[in-house]
């Protein structure tokens, strides 16, 4: 409140000797002089009231006062309030009543107390005296201090996010259709490829940017969001910017509704993709690319190991037909029979290499006929009994038939092929065995060997394409053959896995159902 009127100098007098009592009772408010009402007005006041004399101390204050000075009024008149407070002296509160005491001249101001009190404090100069009036605004103050501090904080905040979205060339947006107001991050408009944010944005100016070929796409979702129940939808489509160019966007909407669910806000986040969408293009052809080549490499290296093969072919039957040529040696013989299994080898090497390239591309090629399953495996069994001597290990086969279906012959015999060079290659010399039953229409195939086997963390990891079994002690080979196994086997509608062989080493099983 307002300081309240000034006392005649001989009424202050009368009344700086001895306070006048407060009526006991409502009653005897009627008979009270005006000092008296002066008193009880002064003490009923919620600001702390203090009256200085010319040279600074206390000649008149209420209780609020004396209990802030922390001393009994009667203690303090008479008493400059920095005297009777110390702590005082040098504040805030000190610098300005000495100067309100030197010039005479009133104010309002804010002092934080040394008990870290905040007072709104009004003085004004009153005949000779100099009034004072201190509010206690601590809390109010406190508030005020933790606002600021909130909105610096949310300052920060906002600066933060603003240098995330800026980084991760993200934008957000907030459309009230109620009230129509657009809300767009900083960098919205640059996505759109415009340096500076323009000065307003509409639907229709972000529809006429999408590409011919995404909008409708883009329109249908939007009215989807009015139309259904659908609460957030999200989209990828080219934009095209200013200067012709077209970039890529990730847009994420979602709908507030409200009660009768109807649609009043929509929020959403823009994300450039345009950097990701362009490796994504160069990945895509440097795999085409690759595929390409090994699509042509596998061609161009039939073409001199066919050759290749029937050259030797020519030298044995030389050396079989003309036995006392010089070709007959035991010695040729040997090179000869080790140069066409590297032939052999090299050849399965080509074939598995233009394979994988016709798995990725989707054009590996099956001829599905009416035969016996069993018979293909015993004629490859009795293929591999040569390699299988070579290389000293015992290859034994039990295939129970017959196994009538519809498979892929050249197929089935490449992963029965795969499975034997693969036992052979890494049983460690170990023998061999292949088992093919047939039960209640599945034919269950078993190559089995007795070397190291497979952790079984590996398992799943050697379908893989390149892998190998680490625990092999023989490495070789470029990694395709089961993964080439699995790709023919499932396309028989069948599977394939490796399991841990009683007595060591590793059964790789193959059910079909034919």
């Not at 805030?92 to 309100?100: D, G, I, N």
């Not at 659908?230 to 489509?237: C, E, L």
């Not at 006392?324 to 074939?351: F, I, N, S, Y």
């Amino acid at each position: 409140m307002g300081p309240v009127p000034p006392l005649s100098v001989k009424s202050q007098e009368r009344r700086s000797t001895e306070r006048a009592p407060l009526p006991a009772a409502a009653a005897d408010e009627a008979g009270l002089s005006p000092e008296a009402r002066l008193c009880v007005l002064q003490e009923m006041m919620e600001e702390a009231f203090i009256s200085l004399d010319a040279h600074g101390c206390i000649r008149e204050l209420n209780g609020r006062a004396a209990a802030l000075l922390g001393q009994p009024a009667e203690q303090l008149r008479g008493q400059e309030p920095w005297g009777a407070w110390p702590e005082l002296a040098g504040t805030v509160l000190h610098e300005r009543l000495m100067t309100a005491l030197t010039t005479r001249e009133g104010g309002r101001f804010l002092a934080e107390l040394p008990s870290r009190m905040w007072l709104e404090v009004t003085v004004r100069a009153v005949g000779d005296e100099t009034w004072v009036l201190a509010a206690d605004i601590t809390r109010r103050q406190q508030a005020e201090t933790e606002v600021a501090r909130t909105e610096e904080r949310f300052r920060q905040m906002g600066e933060r996010f603003q240098v995330a979205l800026e980084s991760a060339q993200m934008a957000v947006w907030e459309t009230n259709l109620a009230t129509g107001h657009v809300f767009r991050s900083e960098g919205h408009d640059r996505l759109y490829g415009y340096p500076e944010p323009l000065p307003e944005w509409t639907h229709e100016r972000f529809l006429a940017s999408i590409h011919p070929e995404d909008r409708p796409e883009v329109e249908s979702q939007v009215a989807a969001l009015f139309s259904s129940s659908m609460d957030a939808y999200a989209s990828t489509f080219r934009t095209r910017w200013p200067d012709g160019s077209w970039h890529w966007l990730i847009s994420r909407a979602k709908a507030l509704r409200d009660a009768a669910g109807h649609v009043v806000v929509v929020r959403g986040a823009i994300l450039d993709v345009t950097a990701l969408k362009e490796a994504e293009t160069a990945l895509q052809e440097a795999v085409r690319t690759r595929d390409d080549f090994l699509s042509l490499a596998s061609h161009e290296l039939r073409t001199p190991l066919t050759s290749l093969r029937l050259q030797l072919q020519m030298l044995r039957r030389m050396a079989e037909t003309v036995p006392g040529e010089p070709l007959a040696a035991p010695k040729v013989v040997a090179k000869l029979d080790t140069t066409e299994r590297q032939l052999r080898r090299l050849g399965a090497l080509v074939d598995n290499l233009l394979d994988v390239s016709r798995i990725q591309t989707g054009k590996l090629d099956f001829q599905f006929t009416e035969g016996d399953l069993a018979a293909a495996v015993s004629d490859l069994v009795a293929r591999f009994a040569d390699e299988a001597r070579q290389a000293g290990v015992t290859l034994s086969a039990q295939v129970d038939g017959p196994a009538r279906g519809r498979f892929d012959r050249l197929r089935m015999e490449q992963v029965v092929s795969n499975l034997l060079a693969n036992a052979l290659r890494y049983g460690a010399g170990s023998p061999v065995r292949l088992t093919l039953t047939c039960e209640e229409g599945t034919v269950r195939l078993v190559v089995r060997d007795y070397g190291p086997g497979v952790a079984e963390k590996d398992r799943e990891r050697i379908f893989e394409r390149f892998a190998q079994n680490p625990n092999a002690v023989h490495k070789g080979g470029l990694g395709l053959g089961l993964y080439i196994v699995r790709q023919i086997v499932e396309a028989h509608h069948g599977r394939v896995r490796v399991e841990e062989a009683p007595g060591g080493g590793a059964a790789f099983v193959v059910e079909l159902s034919l």
